[in-house]
Antibody
Framework: QVTLRESGPALVKPTQTLTLTCTFS??????????VSWIRQPPGKALEWLAR???????YYSTSLKTRLTISKDTSKNQVVLTMTNMDPVDTATYYC??????????WGQGTLVTVSS | DIQMTQSPSTLSASVGDRVTITCRAS??????LAWYQQKPGKAPKLLIY???SLESGVPSRFSGSGSGTEFTLTISSLQPDDFATYYC??????????FGQGTRLEIK
């Protein structure tokens, strides 16, 4: 059974760095073709793709956010970590991690709401 | 970068109606398209992949078609549980903008 779960702070202050962890089970990120992505959704708005890390440690980032994002994995712990620097109120959103092995996202975490406010 | 455009943004329909949502890609993506359903407060749920393949467990009233740059998601007979927001996603090639902007399906 595949599951993913996001964890991290619910509230961060402007200019702070956000660190989110996606802890998963039921698959291995060392399996060829496997990927985990981070996707966010501001309240009432559309899905926005942020970053992806592949089984071979290739990494991809949103063009508009790439200077602020870092994605990494710990295969032994079944975790993917996303850091986003210099947080702003416009970054308030629900952050999801999701799995893909053929391009589409077949499993998603339940999401974690991050509010940026002083 | 490939961009995905959905239409309409909002669709009003009644239970039993047949509805179609369109997704257009800014360049050809072959059949590398997925559709998701999202309900308020929930993560998106995969409905369709490879443009027309139904994900396991998804009711057969959902169907997808298209290739190249134009794709459709059709619900043959709307059920009360189908009122939600729908997103398309391309995975033909790496793009930082893989999702459409969403189509909200509301009760008429």
């Amino acid at each position: 059974q595949v599951t993913l779960r996001e964890s991290g702070p619910a509230l961060v202050k402007p200019t702070q760095t956000l660190t989110l962890t996606c802890t998963f089970s039921g698959f291995s990120l060392s399996t060829s073709g496997m990927c985990v992505s981070w996707i966010r959704q501001p309240p009432g708005k559309a899905l926005e793709w942020l970053a992806r890390i592949d089984w071979d440690d290739d990494k991809y980032y949103s063009t508009s956010l790439k200077t602020r994002l870092t994605i990494s994995k710990d295969t032994s712990k079944n975790q993917v970590v996303l850091t986003m620097t210099n947080m702003d109120p416009v970054d308030t959103a629900t952050y999801y991690c999701a799995r893909s092995d053929s391009g589409w996202y077949d499993y998603w975490g339940q999401g974690t709401l991050v509010t940026v406010s002083s | 970068d490939i961009q995905m455009t959905q239409s309409p943004s909002t669709l009003s329909a009644s239970v039993g109606d047949r509805v179609t949502i369109t997704c257009r890609a800014s360049q050809s993506i072959s059949s590398w398209l997925a559709w998701y359903q999202q309900k308020p407060g929930k993560a998106p749920k995969l409905l369709i992949y490879k443009a027309s393949s139904l994900e396991s467990g998804v009711p057969s009233r959902f169907s997808g078609s298209g290739s190249g740059t134009e794709f459709t998601l059709t619900i043959s007979s709307l059920q009360p549980d189908d009122f939600a927001t729908y997103y398309c996603q391309q995975y033909n090639s790496y793009s930082p903008l893989p999702f459409g902007q969403g189509t909200r399906l509301e009760i008429k």
